[in-house]
């Protein structure tokens, strides 16, 4: 079976449409369908079926697009290999939350494309949960979090850490104890399963106190610090992120939680070794805490 034709039909299989196949293979219709007949006979099986006006694979069908798909995967994964072996090249998606692409990824990015200008660099915004699961399914190829990341297949270092704060606008604490704005206003948490939630588990039983009511917030720690500056409500964050906040008493720490915060960089296991990777990784060691001094 030819590559070119295996192509022809993962195309034709993820469109169910000849006119749009042929107009992103830029193909006739006509050699669409021969390079489709080729196959079938090679296969011995039909390949696509007509009900009315629409197109749907077949069994045969379904089962080669499972080969097809993965088979190009692995040729991507063989040229990338093959390119990395002349030094960093190619793209590089990095994925990472608003507070992070703000305050230390717009400035490292522009000094990683004056070293590396054959380097095609993407930022994607995203929650540390997010940024995960971006990662393990080859959407980003780098992520940036926050809070502790389990998994087997992902590689990690620790580029700091932080003392997390359970703050409130400073509104919202007047003439008020502890005890009694925990249980009057609402949580702003992250998502359920991020790697903030045994953080704040822990800081709750520290404090012996738990809010009334949580209010989740997608995930993004700007969204949460907005809320709280917005009087919503109680949030743990960062220390960083807030300590202008805290020093002009707009915010009031309510407890220093004893676990500190982790920020991490996070990639596959399997892409350890491809130095486009590794060299964005050795200038975020070096220049994390250069960027915001």
Request: aromatic letters at 6%; glycine letters at 4%; charged letters at 25%.
């Amino acid at each position: 079976m030819e590559l070119r034709n295996l192509k022809t039909f993962q195309v034709v299989a993820n469109e169910l449409n000849m006119t749009k196949a042929a107009k992103i293979l830029k193909y006739t219709q006509p050699t669409i369908t021969l390079q489709i007949q080729v196959l079938e006979r090679e296969l011995n099986h039909s390949l696509f079926t007509r009900i009315g006006k629409k197109t749907f694979l077949t069994p045969a069908g379904k089962k080669l697009k499972q080969h097809t798909d993965r088979l190009f995967e692995l040729m991507e994964y063989m040229e990338r290999d093959m390119e990395e072996l002349n030094g960093p090249s190619g793209s590089l998606t990095i994925t990472a939350s608003e507070y992070y692409c703000t305050n230390h990824l717009s400035l490292l990015l522009s000094s990683y494309t004056k070293l590396h200008k054959q380097v095609k660099l993407r930022l994607m915004p995203a929650n540390s949960l997010i940024a995960v699961d971006k990662i393990l399914n080859n959407e980003a190829d780098i992520g940036i979090v926050a809070g502790e990341v389990d998994s087997s297949e992902l590689e990690k270092f620790v580029l700091e850490r932080e003392k997390a704060v359970l703050v409130v606008s400073a509104d919202l604490a007047k003439n008020r104890s502890k005890e009694e704005v925990i249980e009057s206003y609402p949580f702003l948490a992250y998502h359920e399963h991020c790697g903030f939630s045994s953080i704040a588990e822990q800081c709750f039983s520290e404090i012996n106190t738990r809010p009334s009511s949580i209010i989740e917030c997608g995930g993004s720690d700007e969204t949460i610090r907005r809320a709280v500056l917005n009087k919503t409500g109680i949030a743990l964050l960062g220390e960083n992120m807030i300590k202008e906040e805290l020093a002009e008493g707009i915010l009031i720490p309510l407890h220093y939680c004893e676990k500190p915060i982790e920020t991490s960089v996070i990639y596959l296991k399997s892409r350890s070794e491809g130095p486009t990777i590794q060299s964005f990784c050795e200038l975020l060691k070096e220049t994390w805490f250069a960027v915001t001094d």
